[in-house]
């Protein structure tokens, strides 16, 4: 069974700062891609950031200078640095991974995990 857990969410004033972590655990193989995505109320979930396995990152425009993410493959963690937060920012963050689970020989195909989301609120 693959978990992925996040922390770090929260309520903070305008102009402050956050970080998100989550942590992937259980029986995986590989993880490929990892990246964070937010969905405020009445709105569609949306990508804030993405992570390759190699370091490459992408970003949605509004949070582009901001936001920075990082990922610890040792640690099978990904990170999410929010600074200059906006009220335009609340919503809750979920984390997700693309893996390959299971024991070789007998690893699964990649996969889509989600964790269960984290709630971050800026005040104005």
């Known amino acids: 069974q693959v978990q992925l857990v996040e922390s770090g969410g929260g309520l903070v004033q305008a102009g402050g700062s956050l970080r998100l972590s989550c942590a992937a655990s259980?029986?995986?193989?590989?993880?490929?891609?990892m990246g964070w995505y937010r969905q405020a109320p009445g709105k569609q979930r949306e990508l804030v950031a993405a992570?390759?396995?190699?370091?490459?990152?992408n970003y949605a425009d509004s949070v582009k200078g901001r936001f920075t993410i990082s990922r610890d493959n040792a640690k099978n963690t990904v990170y999410l640095q929010m600074n200059s937060l906006k009220p335009e920012d609340t919503a809750v963050y979920y984390c997700?991974?693309?893996?390959?689970?299971?024991?070789?020989?007998?690893?699964?195909?990649?996969?889509?995990?989600w964790g269960q989301g984290t709630q971050v609120t800026v005040s104005s």
């Open positions: 259980g029986s995986i193989f590989s993880i490929n891609a």
């Open positions: 997700n991974a693309g893996l390959e689970t299971g024991p070789p020989p007998k690893v699964a195909p990649e996969d889509d995990y």
């Open positions: 992570i390759t396995s190699g370091g490459s990152t």
